[in-house]
């Protein structure tokens, strides 16, 4: 089993849960997060203040799947998240030694 972390633009969340779905896949945690990479942040101006925004919104979204569809599921979350700018976002894999179903006791691919 492989485990995706993807950090992505906010405003694609819809687009890549709706391509995840498209390929069977249901299952995922989403949590808003902060952070830059090359990115860097910006500059913004508030009641006439000018101040340094250094920690941008995105989403990590969190996946588990079975490892013969690491490749599709790459692909279709990078199409998906892509918009061609600085920020879009980076996809990690990891490796998953287990998954347990708390419901019923399911271990492995059957768990996910």
């Given at each position: 089993m492989?485990?995706?972390?993807?950090?992505?633009?906010?405003?694609?969340?819809?687009?890549?849960?709706?391509?995840?779905?498209?390929?069977?896949?249901?299952?995922?945690?989403?949590?808003?997060?902060?952070?830059?990479?090359?990115?860097?942040?910006?500059?913004?101006?508030?009641?006439?203040?000018?101040?340094?925004?250094?920690?941008?919104?995105?989403?990590?979204?969190?996946?588990?799947?079975?490892?013969?569809?690491?490749?599709?599921?790459?692909?279709?979350?990078?199409?998906?998240?892509?918009?061609?700018?600085?920020?879009?976002?980076?996809?990690?894999?990891?490796d998953?030694?287990?998954?347990?179903?708390?419901?019923?006791?399911?271990?492995?691919?059957?768990?996910?």
């Amino acid at each position: 089993m492989k485990k995706l972390e993807a950090v992505i633009q906010p405003f694609k969340l819809e687009e890549v849960k709706e391509a995840l779905k498209g390929i069977g896949v249901d299952g995922m945690t989403v949590t808003e997060v902060r952070g830059h990479g090359r990115q860097k942040g910006h500059t913004e101006v508030y009641r006439g203040q000018e101040y340094k925004v250094d920690l941008l919104a995105k989403i990590k979204l969190e996946i588990v799947i079975p490892s013969e569809r690491l490749e599709e599921v790459l692909d279709v979350v990078a199409k998906a998240a892509r918009t061609g700018k600085i920020g879009d976002g980076k996809i990690f894999v990891y490796d998953v030694a287990d998954a347990i179903r708390i419901r019923n006791g399911d271990r492995g691919a059957s768990a996910i």
